[in-house]
């Protein structure tokens, strides 16, 4: 070869257009991994979750959708432009993950996980990206396992649609709470029932659906409240009619196997509807626009940028490690003594009702009784509030889901520890047609809370500035026979008698 056609060879290999996604995708993976690595417990944690229930297996799939419809509608010309708007979202992601984290909140943690993914996409493709890709860039938010905290609302707005609807055909049907009591025996509209996951897949759907098919931002949304609309109803429609079925075979049809069979094929020809109405709707999609070699190749490498999002993500991992989880070496008492109340008797816990606290240092449980009245006393102690432990959390909670099941909630004002609040007061149902209405109260460093968000709030404060102080649940349970308020008033003459919280607290500290 001569040196003529090496230098030709060469200057063809110098002009060769490369690949302009090469770069801000190389970077983005590598700003994804470092995310994953320094906020490891949330990612974990995140993932955990989707494989180990059913209910939020979609989130494994979130991500590669998100990439598709990126890739499917890219009809903007992928130039330079500004870094800032994705250093603004990951700062305030992290702002969030560090909230998150020292109140043990998982679901705010995962949101600003989330939040500092957004971000980085525009720290690395700039602001233009942000903008065109908002929608599918959204659609990342339902990597969150968010629906535990919608279901108690879901399973009320389906009791209540079922409810309405046995009567509106004439039914013989009451309702306690989530319990529905027709000719045919009671049912219950269970978490299981609630229809979160129909809600979610629908939602997914219909997200999908209007971003490929709709062009305006408004058109999108309302179609996600229409989907979210007729899910929720569906889903009421879908309990009557297997409660108006069960009633009328007298529990030979719709009953077992039979309810989930029904439920599946009813949704199927939900989806089909939700999709039916859509399609009627379809905007005109605009002609793709295919960037250009020099187009595309004029994406500017934004590391100062880069430098900026990795000082974020060590700064935000950096205060989490040393700040909010520093070690505590506090310790528990050998014992939890009980409250004292002149005037009542102390006797030993029942056999059928105890509060579920599995994770607290120390606990203890005690029956109280005059006269004329009893109430039932769970209490706990938390050396200090972390991980798998925390003092306000789903798992710390007055019923088994076994022999006692929430069925519905109350709020009524109650006066304990020195403090007149309005408290959410929970109705149990039992075997036998047991009802018992319990009082949840949580303390931290000498302080009550009746609201377990007020809590989380002192302790992401306290933690923020490096404290991590001691804390526990105390509940108070009274049974009744006709009303809630019977209950509710034999609480009120139980904790009108308690003792201080400080009084308590220093008997056990002195341990």
């Known amino acids: 070869m001569t040196a003529a056609a090496i230098n030709n060879v060469h200057d063809d290999e110098v002009s060769a257009p490369t690949n302009p996604w090469v770069w801000p995708l190389t970077v983005l993976g590598c700003l994804t991994i470092a995310l994953i690595a320094m906020l490891h417990p949330t990612a974990f944690t995140m993932a955990k979750t989707w494989v180990t229930s059913s209910a939020y297996i979609h989130g494994i799939a979130v991500a590669p959708i998100s990439i598709w419809m990126i890739k499917t ?13 994705g250093a603004l979202i990951m700062i305030g992601g992290a702002l969030l993950w560090l909230m998150g984290r020292a109140a043990t909140v998982s679901l705010v943690e995962q949101v600003a996980f989330v939040t500092l993914l957004i971000g980085s996409v525009g720290v690395v493709c700039g602001a233009k990206a942000l903008r065109a890709w908002a929608f599918p860039l959204g659609f990342l938010y339902f990597m969150v396992p968010f629906g535990e905290v919608l279901i108690p609302h879901l399973q009320m707005i389906t009791a209540q649609l079922t409810i309405s609807m046995l009567t509106l055909v004439g039914a013989d049907v009451s309702l306690d709470g989530t319990l529905i009591t027709t000719p045919a025996g009671i049912f219950e509209v ?174 203890a449980a ?97 933690k923020l500035r490096g404290q991590n102080p001691a804390g526990g649940v105390i509940m108070i349970a009274a049974s009744y026979s006709q009303h809630p308020d019977e209950a509710v008033q034999t609480i009120r003459e139980f904790t009108i008698d308690v003792e201080p919280l400080h009084t308590w607290l220093t008997r056990n500290h002195a341990l």
């Open 190 to 363: 269970a978490e299981a029932c609630a229809g979160m996951m129909f809600l979610i897949a629908a939602l997914m759907i219909a997200s999908i659906f209007s971003y490929m098919n709709f062009q305006s931002w408004g058109k999108r949304l309302a179609f996600l409240l229409f989907a979210a609309s007729v899910a929720i109803l569906a889903n009421g429609v879908r309990v009557f009619l297997i409660i108006l079925t069960a009633t009328l075979t007298q529990n030979r049809l719709a009953i077992g196997p039979d309810h989930l069979l029904v439920g599946w094929l009813f949704y199927a020809f939900i989806f089909f509807i939700l999709i039916s109405v859509g399609v009627k709707h379809t905007d005109t999609p605009p002609s793709k626009y295919i960037p250009s070699d020099k187009a595309t190749s004029s994406l500017s490498r934004n590391y100062t940028g880069v430098k900026a999002a990795i000082i974020i993500l060590l700064a935000t991992a950096s205060y989490g490690a040393f700040i909010i989880e520093r070690p505590v070496s506090r310790t528990a008492p050998t014992s939890l003594t009980l409250l004292n109340a002149p005037g009542w008797r102390i006797l030993p816990p029942p056999d059928n009702w105890r509060a579920a606290l599995p994770h607290a240092d120390r606990t």
């Open 73 to 85: 509608k890219t009809n903007f010309q992928l130039a330079k432009s500004s870094f800032v708007p």
């Open 366 to 462: 005690a029956t109280y009784t005059t006269q004329a009245s009893t109430v039932y006393v769970s209490m706990s102690y938390f050396t200090h509030d972390r991980r798998e432990a925390e003092i306000a959390t789903y798992s710390n909670r007055a019923w088994d889901g076994d022999y006692w099941r929430k069925i519905g909630a109350v709020n009524e004002v109650v006066y304990l520890f020195g403090q007149s609040k309005n408290a959410e007061i929970f109705i149990l149902a039992g075997a036998e047609r047991r009802r018992l209405a319990v009082v949840t109260t949580y303390w931290l460093d000498g302080e009550i809370y009746f609201n377990p968000w007020r809590l989380k709030l002192a302790q992401m404060k306290a």
